[in-house]
Protein backbone atom coordinates (compact mmCIF):
# COMPACT_ATOMS: atom_id res chain seq x y z
CA UNK A 1 0.00 0.00 0.00
CA UNK A 2 1.35 3.69 -1.24
CA UNK A 3 1.83 5.79 1.69
CA UNK A 4 0.11 9.05 1.05
CA UNK A 5 2.26 12.32 0.02
CA UNK A 6 1.37 15.31 2.69
CA UNK A 7 -0.30 17.94 0.66
CA UNK A 8 1.40 21.07 0.43
CA UNK A 9 -0.73 23.87 0.32
CA UNK A 10 0.90 27.38 -0.84
CA UNK A 11 -1.29 30.25 0.01
CA UNK A 12 -0.51 32.17 -2.78
CA UNK A 13 -1.41 29.46 -5.22
CA UNK A 14 -4.81 28.49 -3.12
CA UNK A 15 -7.61 29.52 -5.40
CA UNK A 16 -10.18 30.32 -2.48
CA UNK A 17 -7.47 32.49 -1.04
CA UNK A 18 -6.64 34.30 -4.21
CA UNK A 19 -10.53 35.01 -4.87
CA UNK A 20 -10.67 36.10 -1.43
CA UNK A 21 -8.06 38.62 -1.33
CA UNK A 22 -8.87 39.71 -4.71
CA UNK A 23 -12.43 39.96 -3.48
CA UNK A 24 -11.41 42.18 -0.53
CA UNK A 25 -9.06 44.33 -2.50
CA UNK A 26 -11.62 44.72 -5.32
CA UNK A 27 -14.54 45.32 -3.02
CA UNK A 28 -12.53 48.31 -0.70
CA UNK A 29 -11.76 50.31 -3.76
CA UNK A 30 -15.69 49.62 -5.04
CA UNK A 31 -16.69 50.58 -1.71
CA UNK A 32 -15.01 53.99 -1.08
CA UNK A 33 -17.44 55.08 -4.26
CA UNK A 34 -20.89 54.01 -2.57
CA UNK A 35 -19.59 54.89 1.42
CA UNK A 36 -17.86 58.12 0.77
CA UNK A 37 -21.30 58.96 -0.66
CA UNK A 38 -24.00 58.04 1.18
CA UNK A 39 -21.95 56.05 4.42
CA UNK A 40 -23.44 52.80 2.43
CA UNK A 41 -22.28 49.36 4.06
CA UNK A 42 -21.41 46.51 1.04
CA UNK A 43 -24.16 44.78 2.13
CA UNK A 44 -26.81 47.55 1.86
CA UNK A 45 -25.31 48.75 -1.63
CA UNK A 46 -25.30 45.05 -2.57
CA UNK A 47 -29.25 44.92 -1.80
CA UNK A 48 -29.59 48.59 -3.45
CA UNK A 49 -27.94 47.28 -6.49
CA UNK A 50 -30.25 44.58 -7.18
CA UNK A 51 -33.39 45.53 -6.37
CA UNK A 52 -31.77 48.55 -9.14
CA UNK A 53 -31.78 46.63 -11.50
CA UNK A 54 -34.01 43.54 -10.45
CA UNK A 55 -37.14 45.72 -9.25
CA UNK A 56 -38.78 44.32 -6.39
CA UNK A 57 -37.50 41.53 -4.49
CA UNK A 58 -38.35 39.05 -1.48
CA UNK A 59 -35.64 38.97 1.35
CA UNK A 60 -35.38 35.43 0.43
CA UNK A 61 -34.74 35.93 -3.50
CA UNK A 62 -32.01 39.08 -2.70
CA UNK A 63 -30.54 36.50 -0.34
CA UNK A 64 -29.80 33.77 -3.10
CA UNK A 65 -28.92 36.72 -6.05
CA UNK A 66 -26.58 38.20 -3.71
CA UNK A 67 -24.94 34.46 -1.54
CA UNK A 68 -25.24 36.47 1.42
CA UNK A 69 -26.54 34.94 4.64
CA UNK A 70 -30.23 35.80 5.45
CA UNK A 71 -28.63 37.41 8.55
CA UNK A 72 -26.82 40.52 6.74
CA UNK A 73 -29.58 40.53 4.48
CA UNK A 74 -32.10 40.82 7.12
CA UNK A 75 -30.49 44.04 8.88
CA UNK A 76 -29.54 45.90 5.44
CA UNK A 77 -32.38 46.14 4.71
CA UNK A 78 -33.96 46.89 7.93
CA UNK A 79 -31.00 49.88 8.02
CA UNK A 80 -32.15 50.70 4.36
CA UNK A 81 -35.73 51.21 5.70
CA UNK A 82 -34.75 53.00 8.43
CA UNK A 83 -32.86 55.60 5.60
CA UNK A 84 -36.20 55.59 3.53
CA UNK A 85 -34.30 53.73 0.32
CA UNK A 86 -36.25 51.07 0.57
CA UNK A 87 -40.13 49.75 1.93
CA UNK A 88 -40.62 46.73 2.76
CA UNK A 89 -43.72 45.21 2.62
CA UNK A 90 -45.52 41.85 4.00
CA UNK A 91 -45.88 39.65 1.03
CA UNK A 92 -49.36 39.01 0.22
CA UNK A 93 -48.62 35.24 -0.69
CA UNK A 94 -46.82 34.31 2.65
CA UNK A 95 -47.21 36.71 5.48
CA UNK A 96 -43.54 35.52 6.61
CA UNK A 97 -42.11 36.83 3.88
CA UNK A 98 -41.24 40.26 3.22
CA UNK A 99 -40.90 42.43 -0.15
CA UNK A 100 -38.52 44.86 -0.86
CA UNK A 101 -38.54 47.45 -3.57
CA UNK A 102 -36.38 51.25 -3.74
CA UNK A 103 -38.42 53.98 -2.51
CA UNK A 104 -38.21 57.13 -4.77
CA UNK A 105 -34.98 57.99 -3.09
CA UNK A 106 -33.01 54.61 -3.16
CA UNK A 107 -33.53 55.31 -7.20
CA UNK A 108 -32.19 58.23 -7.26
CA UNK A 109 -29.64 56.32 -5.22
CA UNK A 110 -28.88 53.80 -7.90
CA UNK A 111 -28.97 56.45 -10.42
CA UNK A 112 -26.61 58.45 -8.81
CA UNK A 113 -23.70 55.46 -7.15
CA UNK A 114 -24.00 52.93 -9.92
CA UNK A 115 -22.27 54.85 -12.91
CA UNK A 116 -19.51 55.84 -10.35
CA UNK A 117 -18.95 52.25 -9.29
CA UNK A 118 -19.16 51.54 -12.67
CA UNK A 119 -15.86 53.72 -13.14
CA UNK A 120 -14.27 52.16 -10.30
CA UNK A 121 -14.61 48.87 -11.77
CA UNK A 122 -13.39 50.20 -15.14
CA UNK A 123 -10.59 51.68 -12.90
CA UNK A 124 -9.63 48.06 -11.51
CA UNK A 125 -10.16 46.54 -14.60
CA UNK A 126 -7.84 48.78 -16.92
CA UNK A 127 -4.75 46.77 -17.11
CA UNK A 128 -6.72 43.94 -18.48
CA UNK A 129 -7.82 44.09 -22.69
CA UNK A 130 -11.45 43.75 -23.65
CA UNK A 131 -10.85 39.94 -24.70
CA UNK A 132 -9.13 39.41 -21.14
CA UNK A 133 -12.20 41.00 -19.00
CA UNK A 134 -14.00 38.31 -21.08
CA UNK A 135 -12.11 35.34 -20.61
CA UNK A 136 -12.26 36.64 -16.90
CA UNK A 137 -15.54 36.78 -16.51
CA UNK A 138 -16.51 33.32 -17.79
CA UNK A 139 -14.02 32.03 -15.81
CA UNK A 140 -15.26 33.67 -12.87
CA UNK A 141 -18.86 32.24 -13.95
CA UNK A 142 -17.50 28.41 -14.51
CA UNK A 143 -15.81 28.47 -11.19
CA UNK A 144 -18.69 29.41 -9.48
CA UNK A 145 -20.80 27.06 -11.32
CA UNK A 146 -18.79 24.34 -10.45
CA UNK A 147 -18.71 25.25 -6.03
CA UNK A 148 -22.61 25.62 -6.65
CA UNK A 149 -22.46 21.83 -7.94
CA UNK A 150 -20.31 21.11 -5.49
CA UNK A 151 -22.28 22.31 -2.65
CA UNK A 152 -25.12 20.41 -3.42
CA UNK A 153 -25.80 16.84 -1.30
CA UNK A 154 -24.90 13.87 -3.23
CA UNK A 155 -27.09 11.15 -4.10
Do not use: C
Not at 33 to 42: F, I, K, M, N, R
Not at 78 to 89: H, N
Amino acid sequence: MKKARAAHLTLDDFLPYRLSVADNVVSQRIARVYAAEDGLSTQEWRLIAVLGEDGERSQLELVRRTRMDKVPVSRAARSLEERGLVRRATSQSDARSRRLTLTASGRRLYQRVAPAALEAEAEVLAELSSSERAVLRSLLERVERAAIRALKPGP
